[in-house]
């Protein structure tokens, strides 16, 4: 018995197809829309950069821009057609032109998704940890459940944002400014740390 990565792919794509619903649509379609390019993942970039946390807030943009570009990078050398493309009875969007014409491996939401949630679990050990996390993976789900992406798009990203995200919280140590956030959600930072 051999392992068959396309048809693991057609096959989860098609049994969330099954699952199709104007609300969970228009879910997976705002979603999608506020986390393009790392989109709200900059909002909190510059509101921790505003309050003191410029490590924190330096290692999240790194992670963001280096996820970008391999992600980037790979989509030209890879070329792989997304799942709307071959297979346009797939699509899950609201509306019919809000489609891309853009190349499917990796999958860009993911790759930012995994990279700004390992940042953020390396930095907060608590529950903002873990609601990063699930947000990462709603986001790479909602990309699939679009059929924008096959699932080993959205699996790759998450791993590649992971990698990129914990370079970006090495090399952010050698920034200077505020260590990390706290664990305790309570705890003031001191300056010299």
Request: aromatic residues 10%; proline residues 5%.
């Amino acid at each position: 018995m051999s392992f068959n990565l396309q048809e693991l792919d057609y096959k989860t794509l098609v049994a969330l197809h099954n699952c199709v619903c104007p609300a969970l649509t228009w879910a997976a379609w705002m979603l999608a829309t506020v986390s393009w390019a790392g989109g709200c993942g900059w909002l909190i970039v510059l509101v921790l950069w505003r309050g003191g946390h410029r490590r924190f807030a330096a290692q999240l943009a790194l992670s963001l821009v280096s996820g970008l570009a391999l992600t980037e990078l790979l989509k030209h050398l890879f070329h792989r057609a997304r799942p709307a493309v071959v297979y346009p009875y797939l699509i899950n969007l609201p509306l019919p032109d809000l489609g891309q014409d853009r190349y499917s491996f990796p999958s860009a939401h993911s790759v930012v998704a995994g990279a700004f949630a390992s940042v953020v679990i390396c930095n907060c050990r608590d529950w903002r940890g873990w609601l990063a996390v699930a947000i990462a993976v709603l986001i790479g789900a909602a990309r699939v459940y679009q059929g924008m992406h096959w699932p080993s798009d959205v699996a790759a990203g998450w791993l590649l944002g992971v990698a990129a995200g914990a370079i970006a919280v090495r090399l952010g140590r050698f920034l200077p400014g505020n260590a990390a956030l706290a664990e305790a959600p309570g705890r003031q930072e001191s300056p010299e740390e």
